[in-house]
């Protein structure tokens, strides 16, 4: 999956910010709740033909139960290509998972769509939608949390013509066709505030190229308030240099 489709299943769990941005999924709660966040988010990237930076933020809805959960997402970027600064929507992206929890083991799948909302020629999106099923699960231990989830990332309809040159876009790479996966732990510093770390990556199904991505972060809660902050590294494939991600989230 995109950093961004993890972003949004992250905000489908009604447990601590990041969560993704695991940006994977949190435990539910029993009763229903929806959930309204943002997030911002700046990077600096340098790939073979372009390089400069962007910032943006990305507002979220979600809805979920004890088993079930939808939510759905729209970036908006200021993009640095070349030297040429320009402005727009990224791909938008819809999302549902099944949870089913036992003790402390957490376990379900999860679909993330991608919609075409980006423009595809200035790097803004893929041109094309992308289906993005995953399987996730998770362990608590103590204080200590870990996660892993492994998924697998395609193209639908006629995408060649608008996609043949490996990764893309700028601003949230993805290969045609790929496999995801990830793996994250976590550590309760105290009651409302957590900190861990995650790497993250993809390889190709058929042509494209593989990329890796790390990050160290914390989420604390207040309330109904649950904000999250990671730095992220690219540490492979030129998905971006370096990048900054705040989360914040009203649950009521």
């Known amino acids: 999956m995109t950093m961004r489709a993890l972003l949004v299943l992250a905000l489908v769990g009604a447990g601590s910010a990041r969560a993704e941005h695991d940006h994977g999924p949190a435990p539910a709660t029993a009763s229903s709740t929806f959930g309204a966040g943002v997030s911002l988010f700046a990077a600096r990237y340098d790939q073979m033909l372009y390089d400069g930076d962007y910032q943006g933020f990305a507002p979220a809805l979600r809805w979920s139960n004890a088993r079930f959960g939808v939510s759905a997402s729209l970036p908006m970027y200021r993009l640095v290509e070349n030297g040429r600064t320009l402005y727009g929507p990224g791909d938008g992206v819809v999302s549902g998972q099944v949870t089913h929890q036992r003790d402390a083991w957490l376990g379900g799948i999860a679909v993330a769509l991608s919609v075409p909302t980006g423009e595809h020629r ?131």
């Open 122 to 252: 200035n790097g803004f999106g893929m041109g094309h939608a992308m289906v993005m099923p995953a399987m996730f699960v998770a362990v608590a231990i103590d204080r200590v949390r870990l996660g892993a989830t492994a998924g697998y990332g395609h193209a639908l309809g006629d995408a060649g013509s608008e996609h043949e040159h490996g990764q893309w876009p700028i601003v949230e790479p993805m290969n045609l066709s790929e496999l995801t996966w990830g793996a994250s732990g976590d550590v309760m510093i105290v009651h409302s505030v957590t900190a861990g770390a995650r790497v993250l990556g993809a390889v190709p199904v058929g042509d494209g190229q593989s990329r890796v991505v790390a990050g160290a972060r914390t989420a604390w809660t207040a309330g109904r308030v649950e904000t999250g902050f990671e730095i992220q590294a690219g540490l492979h494939g030129d998905p971006f240099s370096i990048r900054g991600v705040l989360e914040t989230t009203l649950r009521f």
